[in-house]
C-alpha cells in the first residue's frame, strides 16, 4: 500500500529564516505530488505540483518554491520567510487526476 | 464569485439526524469532484469520489448536478464520529484543484 511522509510535523522559525519541508512517498511509482497550504480556518490553497522528476508548475507566485529531485520526493523551500508563510503545509500525491489525492500528516509551520 | 462555495457552518445535529452539505462551482469546465473530510488539525481524508450519475457509500450519498453546478453530500444516521470538516474539491483542467472552505458537522449525543 502506499505511504506518504512528512517531517518535520511542527516548526517555528524566525522571520527571514530560510525553510526546508521535505516530502516522500512510498508504495507507487511516478507519482503526481502536490503541495497546499491552509491557513488557520482556511481552505486548502495548491502552491505546487508536479507530474515527474524536475518538473513543478506554480499555481500562486510568492516567496515560496518547490523541487523534485527523485521520483517520490518532493521539497519546499524558502530562502527567507515571511509572517505570512505561517500555515499547515500538506503535500499529497495522486495517480489518475480522477481517482482524488492523498495526504500527508501535514507540518505545522509558525513564523515568528 | 468563488470558485468553489460550500454552505457555510457549523451544523449542529443530534445522533441519527440525516444532515445534507450544498457546494457549487463556477468552472462548467469542471471534470472531477470530490468530498473529503478534515479532523481537527489534521490532514484532508478523501471521503467519496462524486459521479455523475449519483453514488452511495455506506450512510454518504454524494450526486452531482452539472447542468446548476452544483454538487451535494448526504449523511444519514449521524454518528458522533462523523463529527469534523467536509471539504468539497472540484478538479478542473490539468491539475487545477480547487478546494471549497469548508463545512464543519458537530453531531451531538
Known amino acids: 500500500s502506499q505511504t506518504i511522509h512528512q517531517w518535520p510535523a511542527t516548526l517555528v522559525q524566525p522571520v527571514g529564516s530560510p525553510l526546508s519541508l521535505e516530502c516522500t512517498v512510498e508504495?507507487?511509482?511516478?507519482?503526481?505530488l502536490y503541495w497546499y497550504r491552509q491557513a488557520a480556518g482556511r481552505g486548502l490553497q495548491l502552491l505546487f505540483y508536479?507530474?515527474?522528476?524536475?518538473?513543478i508548475s506554480s499555481e500562486v507566485p510568492q516567496n515560496l518554491s518547490a523541487s523534485r529531485p527523485q521520483d517520490r520526493q518532493f521539497i519546499l523551500s524558502s530562502k527567507k520567510l515571511l509572517l505570512s508563510d505561517s500555515g499547515f503545509y500538506l503535500c499529497?500525491?495522486?495517480?489518475?487526476?480522477?481517482?482524488?489525492?492523498?495526504f500527508g500528516p501535514g507540518t505545522r509551520l509558525t513564523v515568528l | 464569485r468563488k470558485e468553489v462555495e460550500q454552505d457555510p457552518g457549523p451544523f449542529n445535529v443530534p445522533e441519527g439526524a440525516t444532515v445534507a452539505f450544498n457546494c457549487t462551482y463556477s468552472?462548467?469546465?469542471?471534470?472531477?469532484f470530490f468530498w473529503y473530510r478534515q479532523d481537527c488539525r489534521k490532514e484532508p481524508k478523501l471521503l467519496m469520489s462524486?459521479?455523475?450519475s449519483g453514488n452511495e457509500d455506506g450512510r454518504f450519498t454524494a450526486q452531482l448536478n452539472r447542468a446548476s453546478q452544483y454538487i451535494s453530500l448526504l449523511i444519514r444516521d449521524s454518528k458522533l464520529s462523523d463529527s469534523a470538516t467536509y471539504l468539497c474539491?472540484?478538479?478542473?483542467?490539468?491539475?487545477?484543484?480547487?478546494f471549497g472552505a469548508g463545512t464543519r458537522l458537530f453531531v451531538k449525543a
Open positions: 499529497a500525491w495522486g495517480g489518475l487526476a480522477a481517482s482524488g489525492q492523498f
Open positions: 508504495g507507487t511509482s511516478n507519482p503526481n
Open positions: 508536479s507530474v515527474g522528476i524536475g518538473q
Open positions: 468552472n462548467s469546465a469542471s471534470q472531477s
Open positions: 462524486v459521479y455523475s
Open positions: 474539491v472540484v478538479l478542473g483542467g490539468g491539475f487545477k484543484t480547487i
